[in-house]
C-alpha cells in the first residue's frame, strides 16, 4: 500500500509548489515560521495538476505558522474550489498529512475506509479528517480537513503572507489573473476585500 500512487488535492497553501516541495523534501517555506521535516520518501511529485472540487473553502483557527486563519475545505458549501494535484505515494501523503498536525512522519495511514466510503475521520484534529474526491488517470484524490463544517465554527481572518502564498499557488496551477485570484479569495473571507488582496499580489 506504502508505494500505491493517490493525488494529494492541496486547497491552501501547498498549492504553492515550492512550499510543498518542503513537505516532501524537509525545509523552511518562505514567509512560514517553522520548518518541515519533510517525508521518509523526499522524491518530488510524479505530476501536477489544476482541479476544481465541489465545495468551498473558509477560514479558521490561528495557525502558529501563519499567525492568522487557515484554509478547511467543506465539501458541502455551494460552489467549486479551485485545487491543486500532486501525484504522489501513499507513504508520502500519509507523511504530509502527519506534518500538517505537527507530527512527526513516519506512520503509514490505512487508507481503505476512506477509499471505500469517501470519508474517515482519524481524530478530532483540524487536519484528521480524509475526503475522496474523485478519481484521475486511475489514481484516486485524497485530501484532509477538519472534522466540523464551516457553520459550526468561528471564521478567522487569514495572514496577508497566507494569502499571498495561496494567491501564488492559484496562479501556478490555474494560470488565473491577480484580479480572478483576488476576486475568489475575497468571496471566502469577509476579511478582506478584492481590492486589498489584489494589492497583496501586485506588491513588490
Not at 137 to 153: C, M, Q, R, S
Not at 160 to 171: E, I, K, P
Amino acid at each position: 500500500m506504502a508505494s500505491r500512487l493517490v493525488w494529494y488535492v492541496s486547497y491552501g497553501s501547498n498549492m504553492h509548489a515550492a512550499r510543498f516541495a518542503c513537505y516532501l523534501a524537509g525545509g523552511t517555506p518562505v514567509g512560514a515560521t517553522r520548518g518541515y521535516p519533510g517525508c521518509r520518501d523526499g522524491s518530488p511529485p510524479l505530476d501536477t495538476r489544476a482541479l476544481e472540487v465541489p465545495g468551498g473553502i473558509y477560514f479558521a483557527t490561528e495557525s502558529p505558522v501563519w499567525l492568522g486563519g487557515r484554509a478547511f475545505y467543506d465539501p458541502d458549501l455551494p460552489g467549486v474550489t479551485a485545487a491543486r494535484g500532486y501525484l504522489i505515494t501513499t507513504a508520502q501523503f500519509a507523511d504530509v498529512a502527519a506534518q500538517e498536525m505537527y507530527r512527526e512522519p513516519g506512520v503509514d495511514l490505512d487508507l481503505s475506509v476512506v477509499l471505500a466510503d469517501g470519508r474517515h475521520a482519524l481524530g478530532p484534529g483540524r487536519y484528521e479528517t480524509l475526503l475522496r474526491l474523485g478519481e484521475h488517470d486511475g489514481h484516486p484524490a485524497l485530501t484532509f480537513t477538519a472534522p466540523w463544517h464551516a457553520a459550526d465554527v468561528e471564521h478567522t481572518k487569514p495572514s496577508a503572507n497566507y494569502l499571498t502564498m495561496l494567491a501564488t499557488g492559484l496562479a501556478e496551477a490555474h494560470g488565473w489573473t491577480a484580479e480572478r485570484i483576488a476576486d475568489h479569495l475575497a468571496r471566502r473571507t469577509p476579511f478582506w476585500t478584492a481590492a486589498d488582496i489584489a494589492a497583496l499580489i501586485k506588491r513588490p
